[in-house]
């Protein structure tokens, strides 16, 4: 196919001088939560009725204690900006869930479901043992509750993986604990939403001098192994301001 050129009109990218193509321009705030309300709409229309509903009974319950206190514009205009609050949090509740149902089947789920860990983790991005057959992947966090390996596939077919690994683990690390938390929805399985929580809900067990000793020890012993065609868990995080609600 030809390429066609203008010269009677200026291209879209370019500035009106010739120059270095324009950058394009990152979405403001609103611009941002109008995206995190659409995306959250398409995954869960009920969400849009949920909001609307919390934010009409908090106004109701402000403007009737408004009313009680002899001051009713003032209780309207709290509750009208705690009803946009309560709203707010619905939406990055459900919108948290939403980012997960799309990723949540996907191989590599599991590491990108890490990717919200708070501060005090270090997290392999890449799986640490795999099985290319089954795409079957343990993955590896450590922090101050120790080591936790975090598995994607059935229990019975990913168990020899996370056997080995922590075995491994346990052999160069004896006093070092090692967790594991298996990802899915069947019976002892965590769903991917609430990896997270789980994780750092686990008891510390070591300072934060003695994590990055153990991380240290590991790099300098493990091996990087080869991922299977179809999983980079780099590309499959799922969206922050989506589960922060901005």
Do not use: C
């Not at 509750?79 to 990055?92: E, K, M, Q």
């Not at 939403?193 to 590991?218: D, G, W, Y």
Request: proline share 8%.
């Amino acid at each position: 196919m030809a390429k066609r050129t203008d010269t009677s009109s200026t291209p879209a990218d370019k500035s009106p001088q010739g120059g270095a193509p324009k950058k394009a321009k990152k979405p403001n705030g609103f611009q941002q939560f109008l995206q995190v309300f659409q995306m959250t709409r398409r995954a869960d229309p009920n969400a849009v009725w949920l909001m609307l509903l919390v934010f009409l009974g908090v106004t109701a319950v402000g403007l009737l204690v408004g009313f009680l206190l002899d001051n009713w514009i003032t209780g309207l205009i709290i509750g009208i900006l705690l009803g946009v609050l309560g709203a707010v949090f619905i939406l990055s509740r459900r919108a948290e869930r939403a980012a997960y149902a799309q990723i949540e089947g996907q191989p590599g789920a599991a590491g990108a479901a890490l990717n919200s860990l708070r501060r005090g983790w270090i997290v392999e991005e890449q799986p640490v043992a795999v099985n290319p057959r089954t795409q079957d992947v343990v993955f590896r966090a450590i922090g101050r509750p120790g080591i936790v390996l975090v598995s994607e596939g059935p229990s019975a077919r990913v168990r020899p993986l996370v056997d080995s690994e922590r075995k491994r683990l346990t052999r160069i690390l004896p006093n070092v604990p090692v967790h594991v938390i298996e990802t899915g929805r069947d019976e002892g399985q965590t769903p991917l939403r609430n990896v997270a929580a789980k994780m750092n809900k686990l008891k510390p067990q070591l300072t934060k001098t003695e994590v990055a000793a153990v991380s240290k020890r590991i790099a300098a012993l493990g091996t990087r192994l080869p991922i299977p065609k179809g999983i980079d868990p780099t590309r499959m995080r799922p969206d922050r301001r989506a589960m922060r609600g901005r």
